[in-house]
């Protein structure tokens, strides 16, 4: 069942527009969220609005206010912020178009599915969208989502768009503070070159359904152990907590091993598989060669 649309209005390229709708293309749904519980009464706790001086007041009476100064607010009520309307909330009107690489992915931000709003626009929405599909282009416009006019990227996606905000510049934060620190010295030759083998041994199609959070997969484990009436005792793998003090021997064990990490040796891998299956080689003498060729290789490197 589709989500409620986040946003209605009209898209516009020149003077052919059409109406659309914006959808949130990301779910939150199967995200866990706690409640403040008290445990001796196991009553969920009620968060109460209260005025230092007034008490309890309803949230329904309350405004809106900007802190210009300390404790010093100006007051707009919901009819004051929607009476500052740009025409781009309620319309996207598209203003240039970009290649996609010009778009550095530092910018991408929050990703929706815009669709035809009704059958009236159908026949506009789909020759903006096939003359986009054509040039193979990104096109830049403006949208006001919440209280935020947003500059976002539209490009084809199936028989649809996808519109992804971008991120303002005052969003982002120079790297150069974080990255100063970093020395200039090239890494040593023999090493490189065994992280290169150790890349192209992990190196593969990119798959998301290989990728899940296991942090909530270990909290749910935990929350249906005590729902069942367990004693919550549920763990975790412990995080590892290596202290590599030879680079060049944990490179070269790394290389022995399929290039993964200790823990993700028994899972299925891209291009790592022939080498998960090494232990098989202990029966089958005749295969033992195999496992000395890598150190051959790196001799001739040195």
């Not at 416009?141 to 028989?159: F, L």
């Not at 996808?162 to 982002?172: A, C, P, Q, V, Y």
């Given at each position: 069942m589709a989500s409620r649309p986040t946003w209605e209005g009209h898209l516009r390229l020149s003077l052919v527009a059409c109406p659309v709708s914006l959808y949130p293309a990301t779910s939150y749904a199967r995200?866990?969220?706690?409640?403040?519980?008290?445990?001796?009464?196991?009553?969920?706790?009620?968060?109460?609005?209260?005025?230092?001086?007034?008490?309890?007041?309803?949230?329904?009476?309350?405004?809106?206010?900007?802190?210009?100064?300390?404790?010093?607010?100006?007051?707009?009520?919901?009819?004051?912020?929607?009476?500052?309307?740009?025409?781009?909330?309620?319309?996207?009107?598209?203003?240039?178009?970009?290649?996609?690489?010009?778009?550095?992915?530092?910018?991408?931000?929050?990703?929706?599915?815009?669709?035809?709003?009704?059958?009236?626009?159908?026949?506009?929405?789909?020759?903006?969208?096939?003359?986009?599909?054509?040039?193979?282009?990104?096109?830049?416009?403006?949208?006001?989502?919440?209280?935020?006019?947003?500059?976002?990227?539209?490009?084809?996606?199936?028989?649809?768009?996808?519109?992804?905000?971008?991120?303002?510049?005052?969003?982002?934060?120079?790297?150069?503070?974080?990255?100063?620190?970093?020395?200039?010295?090239?890494?040593?030759?023999?090493?490189?070159?065994?992280?290169?083998?150790?890349?192209?041994?992990?190196?593969?199609?990119?798959d998301p359904t290989q990728f899940n959070d296991r942090y909530e997969d270990a909290l749910r484990a935990l929350i249906e152990s005590k729902k069942d009436g367990g004693d919550g005792g549920v763990t975790a793998p412990p995080p590892r907590d290596d202290n590599v003090i030879d680079l060049m021997e944990a490179l070269r064990k790394s290389l022995e091993q399929g290039g993964r990490p200790a823990n993700d040796r028994g899972k299925p891998a891209a291009k790592a598989r022939p080498a998960a299956k090494k232990p098989a080689a202990k029966k089958a003498p005749a295969k033992a060669p195999a496992r000395k060729a890598a150190p051959a290789k790196r001799r001739r490197a040195g």
């Open positions: 995200d866990i969220h706690f409640h403040l519980i008290n445990p001796e009464t196991g009553n969920r706790i009620r968060q109460v609005t209260v005025d230092p001086e007034a008490g309890e007041v309803e949230r329904k009476e309350l405004v809106r206010g900007f802190e210009y100064e300390k404790d010093q607010y100006v007051l707009l009520t919901n009819e004051e912020i929607k009476s500052v309307r740009l025409e781009s909330t309620r319309t996207i009107d598209i203003e240039r178009f970009v290649d996609a690489t010009q778009i550095d992915r530092i910018w991408w931000d929050t990703p929706y599915y815009l669709a035809p709003d009704g059958k009236a626009g159908i026949d506009a929405f789909t020759v903006i969208r096939s003359a986009m599909e054509d040039s193979a282009k990104v096109a830049i416009a403006r949208v006001v989502i919440g209280t935020r006019e947003r500059v976002v990227a539209i490009e084809p996606r199936g028989k649809g768009l996808l519109l992804t905000t971008l991120r303002s510049h005052d969003e982002i934060r120079e790297a150069e503070e974080y990255f100063e620190g970093i020395p200039n010295a090239k890494p040593d030759k023999r090493m490189l070159e065994i992280a290169d083998k150790i890349i192209e041994q992990q190196s593969g199609a990119f």
